[in-house]
Nanobody, 121 residues
């Protein structure tokens, strides 16, 4: 009923930049938090950045000052601008959104399929 599609991943050298995008579509009535998670090989999925519907943001310490999350509520889209990338940022990045579907009663989390980000040293 709800689809999240990420784009913008790829291979970049250390110090470079990438911009991830995630578009949510389907039977969406309202979206609360939208965010980005990542999972590196052999590690647990971790929260990278989150944006609330009223504009508040939060970041994991390791990306503060380098990554910026933003969103376009009218287009149900969230972005992650990643600058000064490091090899340790290499991971699959997943979009997440808490969605209230049309006719629904509760906000439920939805996930994208993930996009690979690889940073070479």
């Amino acid at each position: 009923q709800v689809q999240l599609v990420e784009s913008g991943g790829g291979l970049v050298q250390a110090g470079g930049s990438l911009r991830l995008s995630c578009i949510a579509s389907g039977r969406i009535f309202r979206i609360n938090d939208m965010g980005w998670y990542r999972q590196a090989p052999g590690k647990q999925r971790e929260l990278v950045a989150v944006s609330s519907s009223v504009g508040g943001t939060n970041y994991v310490d390791s990306v503060k000052g380098r990554f910026t999350i933003s969103r376009d509520n009218a287009k149900n889209t969230v972005f992650l601008q990643m600058n000064s990338l490091k090899p340790e940022d290499t991971a699959v990045y997943y979009c997440n959104a808490d969605v209230l579907i049309t006719g629904g009663r509760f906000y439920l989390p939805h996930w994208g399929q993930g996009t690979q980000v690889t940073v070479s040293s």
